[in-house]
């Protein structure tokens, strides 16, 4: 019994010995200012082009139904990247991913990709994408998730429109916000 008493004291006293040693843990400098965001605006041409002796895009994966959509289907691309609507403007990067057929009714992607800049200031930088993208809208918006470089943990949204669609070849216009 006194070996009890013993041990209930030493628990006793510990706990009031922690919670004395807990008093000062939050501190009274002020509420937490986060740093102003840093905003930054890109504009480009991304070029995807999935006929011809050299396509940017191919389907790797069909699915095994027939629908008006494609849905199932998954194509990788690595698409360039330039500085104005035309094929020959000055290339600024590339866009490597795979866009995912998703939408069984609505023609709908999800878009998994990732935008490096091989020229200019934010050479070697590049974002990170991840978000449904409905390519019959000709104005959408993707999700910044991420990024590495100058864009490292970004966030923020790509401004797409539609700029030319034949069959097999698009041009989109690229309009990027980067906040953080």
């Given at each position: 019994m006194?070996?009890?008493?013993?041990?209930?004291?030493?628990l006793?006293l510990?706990?009031?010995?922690a919670?004395a040693?807990?008093?000062?843990?939050y501190?009274h400098?002020?509420?937490?200012v986060p740093p102003?965001?840093?905003?930054?605006?890109?504009?480009f041409f991304l070029?995807?082009t999935?006929?011809g002796?050299?396509?940017?895009?191919?389907?790797?994966?069909?699915?095994?139904?027939?629908?008006?959509t494609g849905f199932g289907?998954?194509?990788?691309f690595?698409?360039p990247l330039?500085?104005?609507?035309?094929?020959?403007?000055?290339?600024?990067?590339?866009?490597?991913g795979?866009?995912v057929?998703?939408?069984?009714?609505?023609?709908?992607?999800?878009?998994?990709?990732?935008i490096g800049?091989t020229?200019?200031?934010f050479?070697?930088s590049?974002?990170?994408?991840?978000?449904r993208?409905?390519?019959?809208e000709s104005?959408?918006?993707l999700a910044?998730?991420?990024?590495k470089?100058?864009f490292?943990?970004a966030?923020g949204?790509?401004?797409?429109?539609?700029?030319?669609l034949?069959?097999?070849?698009?041009?989109?216009?690229?309009?990027?916000?980067q906040?953080?």
């Amino acid at each position: 019994m006194e070996k009890t008493m013993i041990l209930a004291w030493i628990l006793i006293l510990s706990t009031a010995m922690a919670v004395a040693r807990c008093q000062d843990f939050y501190s009274h400098a002020g509420p937490y200012v986060p740093p102003p965001q840093k905003v930054t605006y890109l504009y480009f041409f991304l070029h995807d082009t999935m006929s011809g002796n050299n396509p940017s895009a191919v389907p790797i994966v069909s699915p095994n139904i027939t629908t008006s959509t494609g849905f199932g289907g998954v194509i990788a691309f690595d698409d360039p990247l330039t500085v104005g609507p035309d094929i020959t403007s000055e290339v600024i990067g590339n866009a490597q991913g795979l866009w995912v057929s998703t939408g069984k009714d609505v023609l709908t992607l999800m878009a998994y990709l990732d935008i490096g800049f091989t020229k200019g200031e934010f050479n070697g930088s590049s974002i990170s994408v991840f978000s449904r993208n409905p390519i019959t809208e000709s104005e959408r918006e993707l999700a910044v998730v991420g990024g590495k470089g100058k864009f490292r943990m970004a966030k923020g949204l790509i401004s797409a429109d539609l700029t030319f669609l034949p069959v097999l070849c698009g041009v989109l216009e690229r309009h990027i916000m980067q906040f953080g």
